[in-house]
């Protein structure tokens, strides 16, 4: 009583160990800036509740918006030009000083005058360099600003010179033909400098002036205004709403005092959720609260999916729709009750859901799919189920993805494919449960039903060598396996794992085959044997059976049956002989006990039972309902005389079921074909 009090207490400290991990690592992983994670589009339903402004904040430009502006900028950006008056003076000695030493009495004074007319008009619209033509030749702009010293002055685009045209309009002033043919040969070009030279520096100083004084916001919001309510589209105006208010949000999360409430929150809100879980286990599942392993897989399990949905929700940039949630349904149903798998499942939808603040849609659409998960996947037996879940899942997610959008949006038009791909993805990653699977059972030595099928075909090396060495022992473990199958079935214990484990438990008997009665033929090696010996050889076949289990790596739940199905017990025909034997003598009971451990669970003790009955029935001199009967009652009587069972989750009435089901099943194994009348004549 002690030590089960003692197990008791160290099994609820690991759950309360576990859980208090569990919610440490979660809440560690949960961002505390949970606007961050809506997921909305554009031209898309927005699939939370009513959002409103619980601040005032300003509404953002888009960057297309901004880019446009500062577009329009640039192309309608006047530009700036330096002006220089001391080109013209110079223009004008110039032409002077031509007139004074070669022109004069060459051209007429008229022509004089209508020359320097033109160089001043010319310089005066001003006269710009390539550069300037270059750039005012990619912009519509229809004004340039020059500057000298404090003063600016804008010049029409339209009137501005060129040296091609100011040289064109100067040597076309009024003039004689025989006097323009003369002045072509004086070189009034170089009478013509550019006057007007584009200035970078200042344009582009200007110019990004101007661009910072462009504003970022588009109107406000006010506190506890409607941004938007569930199911209306997201136009480009509410997008930039909602974007604003989120970088809003962000920037007033990055307080201490938020983020210490926030977690704060968090921790109460997730230990409630774990705490719930293990209440539940206490309650109702101390099988698994009892199994170490089971709980650790569980509290693992939770876990590890969770902290990976957190990272990947935060930090991958991507749906969430593609995580692939019910593979945890799977790997949870596959190796624990439905019930459980559930429970555990729900567990870990709610403490993501906080964090990552995901709309109902979503939690919806996963209980769904895991609930179609969980109860397709009764009993796995075949890989083939696994598809045919995933495809369940598949078909789960898409209807009632269609059914939702349905509710909320007015045209189907408006309907997000793209939602459907990533469920589609979701269900392509959900196909890695399989190999999930075989990692699980390695890690936690756990063994599933697929794991079973595979060892229990009789064409595996070791049965094929059991049947062929021990032929008796293959036929024994034969009949073992079905009443075994059948008892577990009636008190709803694992079947397959009670029939494949009968089909190994005696495997040790392959080392001395002859030494065991149903391999004997006519002759028994014992009558050469002293009683101990034999008693050596005979219980040496448990020790045997978990080195051949251990050198072909079979699962531990299979060894574990090997070591429980003789539990503690002797080999009592040769301890009664040796007894018998020695009358005077006390009897060292240690040589002829087995060195295994007693059952503790419905499994190990049902295997027990079969194997004890069905070796006992094949000495019955003729299989009558009453021999069989009174068969059955007294060895499974005597087992539980005997304490075999106190460690075991059993009750009397499900033995009683387990020897009802022994005793059908023999009559039926050993029914007897009718005797037909021979005919008088």
């Known amino acids: 009583m002690k030590a089960m009090e003692k197990r008791i ?27 961050s994670q809506y997921e909305y ?48 003076e110079a223009a004008v000695e110039g032409l002077d000083k031509l007139y004074k030493d070669t022109l004069h009495g060459i051209i007429s004074v008229q022509t004089f005058n209508n020359l320097k007319q033109g160089l001043t008009e010319i310089y005066t619209e001003g006269i710009i360099n390539t550069v300037g033509e270059d750039i005012l030749n990619n912009t519509d702009v229809r004004y340039i ?36 043919s003369i002045l072509a040969t004086f070189h009034l070009e170089d009478l013509i400098t550019p006057n007007l030279l584009y200035d970078m520096t200042r344009s582009d100083s200007e110019l990004h002036e101007q661009e910072n004084q462009i504003s970022k916001y588009n109107g406000m919001v006010m506190q506890n205004q409607k941004i938007i309510d569930r199911g209306e589209i997201i136009d480009s105006e ?100 439905s019930r459980t798998a559930f429970l555990g499942y729900i567990t870990y939808l709610l403490s993501c859901s906080l964090g990552v603040l995901i709309p109902y849609d979503f939690i919806f659409l996963q209980i769904a799919a895991g609930l179609a998960a969980i109860f397709r996947l009764h009993e796995l037996t075949q890989r083939s189920q696994i598809f045919k879940t995933v495809f369940i899942v598949m078909v789960t997610y898409f209807v009632l993805w269609f059914a939702t959008q349905m509710i909320q949006l007015e045209d189907i038009r408006n309907l997000s494919w793209l939602i459907l791909v990533y469920l589609a993805i979701n269900c392509i990653i959900l196909l890695l449960t399989y190999p999930l699977i075989l990692a699980v059972e390695k890690i936690f030595g756990f063994t599933s039903n697929v794991t079973l099928i595979e060892l229990s075909n009789i064409n595996n090396d070791i ?96 060894k574990h049956f090997i070591r429980t199905h003789h539990g503690t017990g002797m080999a009592k025909y040769f301890y009664i002989k040796y007894v018998n034997e020695h009358p005077d003598e006390k009897i060292d009971e240690t040589p002829f006990r087995y060195t295994g451990s007693n059952p503790d669970s ?43 069972f106190n460690n075991c989750p059993i009750t009397m009435q499900e033995i009683r079921k387990i020897k009802d089901v022994f005793k059908e099943e023999l009559k039926t194994m050993y029914h007897t074909r009718i005797s037909y009348p021979t005919p008088n004549r």
Request: charged share 20%.
């Open 9 to 35: 207490v160290s099994s609820r400290t690991l759950v309360v160990i576990l859980a208090t991990v569990s919610v440490l690592l979660t809440v560690f992983t949960i961002s505390p800036d949970n606007s």
């Open 41 to 88: 589009i554009e031209g898309q339903p927005w699939m939370y509740g009513e959002l409103i402004a619980p601040f005032n904040f300003s509404i953002e430009k888009s960057e297309a918006q901004l880019a446009n502006e500062s577009d329009s900028l640039k192309k309608n950006f006047i530009p700036y030009f330096s002006l220089s008056g001391e080109k013209f």
């Open 145 to 180: 600003r020059s500057y000298s010293g404090n003063t600016s002055k804008l010049y029409n685009k339209e009137n501005l010179y060129t040296f091609r045209t100011a040289y064109s309009h100067l040597i076309n002033v009024g003039m004689t033909d025989r006097e323009r």
């Open 238 to 337: 509410k997008f930039m709403i909602i974007h604003s208010y989120m970088d809003m949000q962000t920037r007033n999360t990055k307080s201490r005092q938020f983020k210490l409430m926030s977690w704060g929150g968090h921790l109460i809100y997730v230990s409630v959720l774990f705490f719930l879980l293990a209440l539940y286990l206490f309650q109702y599942r101390r099988d698994i609260v009892d199994n170490s392993r089971s709980v650790i897989f569980l509290f693992s399990a939770i876990t590890i999916f969770t902290v990976a949905t957190n990272i990947f929700i935060q930090y991958s940039g991507l749906s969430k729709f593609i995580i692939p949630c019910t593979m945890l349904a799977l790997m949870l149903r596959i190796f624990l009750d």
């Open 463 to 558: 049965l094929k060598e059991l049947a062929e060495t021990a032929p008796g022992t293959f036929q024994h473990s034969m009949q073992v396996s079905t009443l075994a199958a059948e008892a577990a079935r009636a008190v709803k214990a694992s079947s397959q794992l009670v029939r494949t484990a009968a089909l190994y438990h005696d495997i040790g008997k392959m080392i001395n085959p002859p030494f065991f009665t149903e391999n004997q033929k006519n002759v028994n090696p014992h009558d050469s044997l002293t009683c101990q010996e034999s008693a050596r050889i005979i219980t040496g076949h448990v020790t045997e059976g978990m080195k051949i289990a251990e050198k072909h790596h079979l699962p531990d739940s299979i």
């Open 602 to 644: 419905k499994e190990t003790a049902i295997l027990m039972m079969a194997d004890a009955v069905e070796a006992s029935s094949r000495s019955l001199p003729e299989y009558t309902e009453e021999l069989i009967s009174n068969l059955v009652d007294k060895i499974v009587d005597n087992q539980v005389k005997d304490g075999y």
